[in-house]
């Protein structure tokens, strides 16, 4: 057993000297991607790292900002509409511009390119993150905010001890929503095209791309199985394990339930090499897996809040200032645009989001059973972990042609058929989402609706619907996001050598980024995430609110 550990130590240095050396490479004008099956192993290992470097930088801005809006209350007024916006805005959007900064501050080697895919891939993963833990801050039970307060904890004790534990359980589920969420545009993202320019990188984003622009189903179907294998190695040798783990922080009182198990997390356990490596981190004055340490006398405490705050309002200042910069530089791109045109803007972007609440609509109706059914039973949960992921990680613009297709032969037109397309790529927010939340229900509670022999609809009417509801919320505002992101290529599809395009905001952004009109695709961008600033304000905010004052449990 610790021979097999020492060997994936092994396995792991060398691939991370092989992706070192890919990044620091000279930077080539064009790449031709080998459709051959033997490269497929090195395209997906570059691939998976550019995920899970971009779910680390995902990790560490939501553990920041979300802390930061759930804490600052003057500051929340700001950074939650422009976590609305930034969610909102599509990955064409910005694509552009991030490509070119990147590759013009680093001209010699691939690493600005690499780090362009890396940002493209994290805007795909970290707001739904963030939203979660923001949302998992407010809703901190009475009772264990109550005795933080009296055994007067530090702001990084009640972290540590109160409030990380408690919103692990939502974070670990949209972690891998969000790994799934990256995965979404990859194939835009490894093989970016600007012109005559081409921003290609070795990957298997860019190895399906070229396969789908050959026609070639050989290899369309190598990197599906690719994809796939990825995917089910990640969910077994990462996430089931993590998830494992996190049943340590279910709020309990019952000892009756269930425990998930990970063949993964149980061999390393036992594995005396790892044993013998967290002895030595584990030195006594961090005190890890002790406890909390004692409470700092009050002085300290109070000492070290004006330092906090005062670095919250210099970092808030700079990003007012940061953000009148850029709605500057915004207004003078946009002279180009006349009036009359942004009537007509206004007018897709409504079509859009009826669109996108349809396709919200559709997809709550099937993920609230299925996410209460595999959170309900660890032993669907075991056996439909790795489905899910693989049905969620999957690019879902590859299957666009065959959903295009039968649309075309149904006689449905895209603007009926975009919501479907939509739906393709949003719906696993709000099933991850209710997964979470059902896990989070204490298994207390659910033996007392056994107890009273309540009716399944009176289980799912008085204690499943009301415990799930504030994820459920969580849900419907990422998936509204996602939908409006994926506007961008459900509202503007090529079919059999001719563009199609339904009325709506997400196509004339497409069409501006083809043709490479940046005042128009600006202008396109800044209607959706009005819109969007709008409608979260009038609909979403109330549901939290509702959300965090009637249905989080122990409040």
Excluded: C
């Amino acid at each position: 057993m610790d021979l097999l550990v020492l060997a994936g130590l092994v396995g792991l240095v060398f691939a991370a000297h092989r992706i070192a050396n890919e990044w620091t490479g000279q930077l080539r004008p064009t790449v031709d991607i080998d459709l051959s099956l033997r490269a497929l192993p090195r395209y997906t290992l570059f691939s998976l790292a550019r995920g899970l470097i971009a779910y680390g930088f995902s990790l560490a801005f939501t553990l920041v900002y979300g802390y930061w809006a759930a804490k600052d209350r003057v500051a929340e007024r700001l950074l939650i509409p422009l976590l609305d916006i930034l969610q909102s805005i599509p990955v064409l959007g910005f694509m552009p511009g991030l490509v070119l900064t990147l590759v013009a501050a680093f001209p010699s080697t691939n690493l600005g390119l690499e780090l362009a895919a890396v940002l493209m891939i994290f805007t795909g993963q970290v707001w739904n993150m963030t939203f979660s833990y923001f949302h998992s801050l407010r809703s901190v039970p009475h009772d264990l905010d109550e005795a933080a307060t009296v055994y007067r904890y530090s702001p990084w004790q009640r972290l540590r001890w109160v409030e990380l534990p408690h919103a692990t359980m939502g974070l670990v589920w949209n972690s891998m929503m969000s790994m799934a969420g990256g995965w979404f545009f990859l194939m835009i993202s490894e093989a970016f095209v600007l012109g005559n320019r081409d921003f290609r990188l070795p990957g298997i984003g860019a190895y399906m791309s070229v396969a789908v622009a050959r026609g070639d189903g050989k290899a369309m179907l190598q990197a599906v199985v690719a994809m796939i294998v990825m995917i089910v190695l990640l969910d077994q040798l990462l996430w089931r394990p993590v998830v494992v783990w996190s049943q340590k922080f279910r709020v309990e009182e019952s000892a009756g339930s269930e425990v998930a198990s990970s063949w993964f997390l149980t061999w390393l356990r036992r594995s005396r090499v790892l044993a013998w490596v967290g002895g030595r981190l584990r030195t006594p004055r961090d005190g890890l897996g002790r406890g909390p340490r004692p409470a700092p006398e009050p002085a300290t405490a109070a000492a070290r809040a004006p330092a906090s705050k005062t670095v919250a309002k210099i970092a808030f200042a700079l990003l007012l200032v940061g953000l009148a910069i850029g709605a500057w530089r915004l207004a003078w791109l946009l002279r180009p645009v006349a009036i009359g045109e942004w009537a007509g803007m206004i007018a897709g972007a409504l079509l859009t989001l009826a669109r996108v609440l349809a396709a919200t609509v559709i997809g709550t109706l099937w993920t609230l059973p299925a996410g209460l059914a595999i959170g309900l039973s660890p032993r669907l949960s075991r056996v439909l972990q790795p489905v899910t992921q693989i049905a969620a990680s999957f690019p879902a613009p590859m299957l666009f042609p065959l959903v295009i297709a039968a649309l075309h032969a149904s006689g449905v037109p895209l603007g009926a058929g975009s919501v479907l397309l939509m739906l393709l790529g949003t719906q696993w927010y709000i099933l991850f989402n209710v997964i979470a939340g059902t896990m989070a229900i204490p298994a207390d509670l659910r033996e007392a609706t056994a107890t009273y022999r309540l009716s399944r609809f009176e289980r799912f009417r008085r204690l499943y619907a009301p415990a799930v509801f504030p994820y459920l919320v969580t849900g419907w505002v990422t998936a509204a996001g996602g939908a409006w992101n994926a506007s961008i290529v459900s509202e503007y599809v090529s079919f059999h050598g001719r563009t199609i395009a339904a009325t709506g905001i997400g196509s004339r952004i497409s069409l501006a980024a083809e043709h490479g009109d940046l005042a128009h695709l600006a202008a396109g961008v800044l209607v959706m995430s009005a819109l969007v600033v709008l409608f979260n304000r009038t609909l979403w905010r109330r549901l939290y609110f509702v959300a965090e004052q009637r249905f989080a449990l122990a409040r």
